[in-house]
């Protein structure tokens, strides 16, 4: 802290005389008196605005005093932030003074969010993380206009149903639809299936009927939304382009560009977990209160003003789709290109698979049709590594026991895909096309595909195999039975 000067040095400034003849220059004056200049000129500057109140320092006394609040306001703190965390809200020092504000239980004065902060740190309920970006620090990107984009996702929640601690409740699946500019929610639903097209159609229809039509739907590259990446079209893109509204999905792996659904995620769990439903018909009440309290009274953070989304989507222009169906030929063209270059890519790596021959999935009731990639000469090697047990079939990674690690031979027809020892000549890895699965995220292991066999499987393997067959496709014939020809399988299985 800088020294403060005495009244007689400050009387020796304002009396200095630098026209004066023969005297110091202002230079040779400060460093007699060991001062700097502008401590010379601040000084006989106050001096003509203040008089001789110049010759005593100001104040250092803050010019806004920091107010102390009294016991009655950090109960009324804490009281808020519990009621929050028991209902499942997000219970931050900004939800607080909101709470507080929206509610009248704050009165004049009115703390500030930072004077909660201290209260809340005072009392010892904050979790600090200094590693965690300071909200400055983010880049925020957004579409200008309500119904420019809606974001969908789906997770797995398991309701409190179990009948002991031991046991794990029932599985059911949460797709969130969220509008991509105000944040509101337009269409969050529940249902009893693993994720699935079906049931995201049906959240999505439900959705367009009382909203409208979006001109863009972004997803992340689930089977059940977006099979573009993998060169197919899934029933949900086949859906919404004959809306006109076009489905887009973020690069793989990257679960950033659908961080606005990622981020509510955390949301809708917490306040979940707060009511702990046992039941989908109390499941799908929390959410329509969910939705409620989300879109009409919880003030969003990364709106303008803290607004509420059901707020911004009022205020916002609404952009939708001109309602014109996208030709189905212009998604295969665009499934076309990844797919290609998917083909370039293995190509020139050292784990290629050859996919001539393939089928893709088709609309319900259509034949399977060819999958029209690039075709090859020969059969391409394939390489299975114990640091990576993995193979790959139109793009989709599907995890394969480490004692199938070698060289092997891809062999695929209209209906089969058949890998064989390079060297012996074995046949060591077989499923039936087109590939079926209940899997919903890549990589899933080999016994999650029906009618998947492999050359000496384990007892473990068999058994999760025909667990998860008689689970998810328990009217399947029986394709273990030996056939003839080279179609020939395992016996064991």
């Not at 021959?357 to 060819?370: L, M, W």
Request: with cysteine; net charge neutral.
């Amino acid at each position: 802290m800088p020294r403060s000067l005495t009244p007689s040095v400050r009387r020796q400034i304002i009396e200095f005389d630098p026209f004066a003849a023969d005297g110091p220059s202002v230079s040779e004056f400060c460093q007699g008196l060991n001062i700097s200049r502008p401590s010379f000129y601040n000084i006989r500057r106050r001096f003509l605005h203040e008089g001789n109140t110049a010759l005593n320092p100001r104040s250092s006394a803050p010019n806004n005093p920091a107010r102390v609040f009294d016991h009655q306001t950090t109960e009324i703190v804490l009281r808020i932030r519990a009621r929050l965390k028991k209902e499942g809200w997000d219970s931050g020092p900004k939800s607080i003074w909101f709470t507080g504000v929206d509610t009248g239980e704050f009165v004049a004065p009115v703390p500030s969010v930072a004077t909660i902060a201290r209260i809340l740190a005072s009392a010892g309920v904050t979790k600090a993380n200094p590693r965690k970006r300071p909200r400055s620090a983010w880049l925020r990107f957004s579409r200008a206009a309500a119904m420019e984009m809606w974001q969908l996702d789906a997770f797995e929640y398991r309701l409190a149903d179990a009948q002991s601690a031991a046991e794990r409740g029932t599985k059911v699946t949460v797709y969130q639809l969220l509008d991509d500019s105000t944040r509101f929610d337009v269409g969050t639903m529940c249902f009893t299936d693993p994720e699935n097209g079906t049931d995201a159609i049906v959240t999505l229809g439900a959705a367009f009927a009382d909203h409208g039509v979006p001109k863009e739907l972004l997803s992340d590259n689930g089977l059940a939304f977006s099979q573009t990446r993998r060169g197919n079209i899934s029933a949900t893109e086949r859906f919404l382009a004959d809306r006109g509204c076009l489905g887009i999905t973020g690069r793989g792996r990257h679960p950033q560009t659908q961080g606005k659904n990622e981020r509510s995620h955390q949301t809708i769990l917490r306040f979940l977990d707060a009511n702990a439903p046992d039941s989908l018909e109390r499941l799908t009440a929390l959410i329509a209160e969910y939705r409620t309290y989300y879109n009409y009274r919880r003030r969003h953070q990364a709106l303008p003003g803290s607004m509420t989304p059901g707020q911004a989507w009022e205020a916002a222009e609404h952009h939708p789709t001109d309602g014109i169906p996208i030709s189905h030929d212009v998604l295969q063209a665009r499934a076309d290109s990844y797919r290609d270059r998917n083909l370039a890519d293995q190509a020139d790596g050292t784990e290629a698979v050859d996919l001539q021959a393939t089928t893709i999935p088709t609309e319900p009731g259509e034949q399977p049709k060819p999958h029209g990639g690039r075709l090859r000469d020969s059969p391409d090697h394939v390489v299975i590594t114990r640091a990576n047990p993995q193979i790959y079939f139109h793009s989709i990674r599907i995890k394969v026991p480490t004692t199938l690690v070698g060289t092997y031979l891809v062999v695929t027809t209209e209906t089969e895909f058949t890998m064989f020892d390079a060297f012996s000549g074995v046949e060591s890895i077989y499923f039936p096309l087109p590939l079926r699965t209940a899997a919903t995220q890549e990589p899933f292991p080999l016994w999650q595909v029906a009618g998947a066999k492999i050359r000496d499987p384990k007892p473990a393997w068999l058994h999760k195999h025909l667990t998860y067959e008689e689970e998810h496709f328990p009217t399947d014939q029986d394709l273990t039975a030996p056939q003839d020809g080279a179609a020939r399988r395992f016996r064991r299985l």
